[in-house]
């Protein structure tokens, strides 16, 4: 393997573990937020479980429309 092309796996494997630990914060934070919230009473977890799966639903759609443009397209027309 060469110099550069094991300096590109060192690189990614960097960046993988600096998406996780970025994802590992967003996790606390929500969690923090929720816990909060639901101690307030501002949120019950019925609420937040229909809004976990409108918003799974939407972004479900989005994705598939981004995978087949073609497919929506023909649905507009």
Known sequence: MSTSRSFEHVQLAAQ??????????????????LAILTNKGIVNDSELSRMMQRIDRTLEELIADLAHPKALADQRK
């Open 16 to 33: 993988l573990a600096d998406l996780k630990q970025e994802h590992y914060q967003t996790l606390l934070t929500l969690n923090g937020l």
